[in-house]
């Protein structure tokens, strides 16, 4: 919409934005592939600046205290969890995405523009105030990371923060890790159709399941070709290294666990026998009793027994 047509229309709200959505989401059916795709692009534009138009509406309800009216002991965060329904991990991350654009213009900036979305801005300020070391420094390096946050997805934007932060300030984040590496867990649910499980682990065990788990679905693939991924699957893969998990379906997974790892540990031998296998328990039943499963037990046999 031109700014002619803005100014023809006059004051604008929410409801008129609403409405533009719903006509785009009309013409949807009509549009072709490269039409979608590029749509698409614009989009993300349009999503962002959505997020910076919501995150100053925060702010502008913090700075307004208009949450005194209903409580005058209250705070923007009871009002933004009452009064719009949300949990405590939103209202925090939007407090501090919002109060962010007060300390950072360059952050507001890239917001308001639609060249960084809401996700990448909360990695941002998650890591870079994390400790009042991190704090100080992130307005020195936050134009490298608005930048670069603009090309790369944001599981790479983290690994990109990650490396800074253990530069800036390798206490904390070796305390991480280790914080991380006292969660650990795994959990082994039996349902009634089978296994399932669910487990957690630090960066160091992490990178081993990886690591292993890479290796083998490359095993799998080469016994079973129909498993192999698509090229560009394979090229995402061969550029990430083992720093994730090869791209394969679920099914593909489980059947590498199973095949390439368990299975071979299991018949190598160097696993205990002990706790191993399942007990196996050997009942005798006379032949008397299971013809005639009604008569009484012969108590002479089994006071032999005993």
């Known amino acids: 919409m ?27 059916s009509a549009l072709s592939g490269p039409d979608a795709s590029r749509q698409m692009a614009r989009v993300s534009v349009l999503a962002a600046k959505v997020d910076a138009y919501r995150l100053s509406l925060v702010a ?35 407090l501090r995405a919002a109060k962010s654009f007060g300390r950072f213009p360059e952050l507001q900036r890239a917001c308001l523009e639609g060249r960084i979305s809401r996700e990448k801005v909360d990695v941002i300020l998650a890591f870079g105030l994390r ?23 944001v599981s790479d934007l983290k690994k990109a923060l990650e490396l800074w932060a253990d530069q800036i300030d390798p206490v904390t984040t ?8 006292h969660r650990r867990e795994l959990h082994v649910h039996q349902l009634g159709d089978g296994v399932k499980l669910d487990g957690f682990f630090g960066r160091e065990q992490g990178m081993k399941i990886m690591v292993a788990l890479n ?20 090229q995402r893969d061969s550029e990430h290294g083992n720093h994730r998990v090869s791209n394969a379906t679920a099914a593909q997974r489980a059947d590498a666990f199973i095949d390439a790892i ?3 540990a299991l018949e190598s031998g160097a696993l205990p ?6 007990p196996n328990i050997c009942v ?23």
């Open 131 to 153: 400790t009042p070391q991190r704090e100080s420094a992130l307005g020195e390096f936050l134009s490298i990371f608005i930048e670069l946050a603009q090309r790369v997805t």
């Open 262 to 264: 368990i299975a071979p």
């Open 2 to 28: 031109s700014l002619l047509s803005i100014e023809m229309l006059g004051v604008v709200s929410v409801d008129d934005a609403v409405l533009v959505v719903d006509e785009l989401l009309a013409q949807v």
């Open 284 to 306: 005798t039943v006379p032949l008397r009793r299971l013809e005639e499963p009604g008569a009484p037990a012969d108590a002479g046999h089994l006071a032999s027994r005993i």
């Open 174 to 181: 070796a305390s991480d890790e280790s914080d991380a590496h």
């Open 215 to 234: 290796a083998a679905l490359q095993l799998h693939r080469r016994e079973h070709p129909e498993a192999k991924p698509d090229a560009k699957a394979a």
């Open 273 to 278: 026998t002990c706790g191993g296998a399942l």
């Open 60 to 94: 502008a309800i913090e700075s307004r205290e208009v949450w005194r009216a209903a409580d005058p002991n209250g705070t923007p965060a009871s009002f933004l969890r009452q009064e719009h329904v949300l949990d405590q991990r939103t209202v925090r991350s939007d």
